[in-house]
């Protein structure tokens, strides 16, 4: 099967310029069977293993929803680590590289509180974060998520193991209740079938069982153990 292409999808030019960018032309599997659902707004349940591509899936989608002339927080990305949200971050920065005037604000803990709280006053389209420092913002009221319209939870299962789960209940009930909710895990447990129940409205459930695999020409490699007497040379 040929795989799909990124320039089927109704995406903006600048969309497709970032992609080409990256070097990126066809859709991973878990991009190509959850991105049109995304677009459409639809609430997006995706267990995919590592290394599948779901960043992009969610980055494309939020990006494409966002109106960059409005200096609100339209979307907010929970990650589980400082690292995975700066991975998710700079992904996000590449995927808008095209577009003009995107700010993406990081509110991790581990860092100075003065300096987000300044970022989130000259006004950020999005933001992405780990749900400790997320739910501080709120609390000193420096950060509003009632203009929201895509909430992203990923690695839901790692926050989850990580004992986030009453955070983010909290963090959640300060969104608006029109929004669109992609969730993104590795495995699907109970807890997380729970959480998707009390947070997402009608889901689409996509689950993809293969790996990316950087270099689609894969040279198999095959080694035959002879003897010495059945050399040719
Ligand atoms: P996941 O979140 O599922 O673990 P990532 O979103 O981090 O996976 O993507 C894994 C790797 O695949 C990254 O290096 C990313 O740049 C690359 N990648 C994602 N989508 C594509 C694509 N469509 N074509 C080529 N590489 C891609
Ligand atoms: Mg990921």
Do not use: W
């Not at 198999?220 to 007497?229: R, T, Y």
């Amino acid at each position: 099967m040929t795989p799909a292409l990124f320039s089927t999808l109704p995406i903006a030019p600048t969309q497709l310029e970032a992609l080409a960018g990256l070097g990126y032309s066809a859709m991973t599997p878990v991009q190509a069977q959850s991105l049109p659902a995304i677009l459409q707004r639809k609430d997006v349940i995706i267990q995919a293993k590592t290394g599948s591509g779901k960043t992009a899936a969610f980055g494309i989608g939020l990006l494409h929803h966002l109106n960059p002339r409005f200096f609100g927080v339209q979307a907010l990305v929970m990650c589980p680590t400082r690292e995975l949200a700066e991975q998710v971050g700079e992904a996000i920065r590449q995927l808008a590289s095209r577009m003009r005037n995107i700010k993406v604000v990081m509110l991790c803990g581990g860092k100075p509180f003065g300096p987000q709280r300044d970022s989130l006053e000259h006004g950020a389209h999005i933001v992405v974060g780990t749900p400790g420092r997320i739910q501080d913002h709120l609390q000193r009221q420096t950060l509003d998520l009632t203009s929201v319209a895509t909430f992203v939870l990923d690695e839901a299962d790692r926050m989850l193991d990580m004992g986030f789960a009453e955070v983010m209940a909290t963090i959640t009930a300060a969104l608006p209740k029109k929004r669109q909710t992609l969730l993104l895990s590795a495995t699907f447990p109970d807890d997380i079938k729970k959480m998707s129940r009390a947070i997402q409205r009608q889901p689409i459930e996509v689950k993809v069982d293969t790996v990316l695999t950087h270099d689609e020409t894969v040279v198999e490699q095959l080694f035959f153990e002879i003897q010495k007497h059945e050399r040719n040379t």
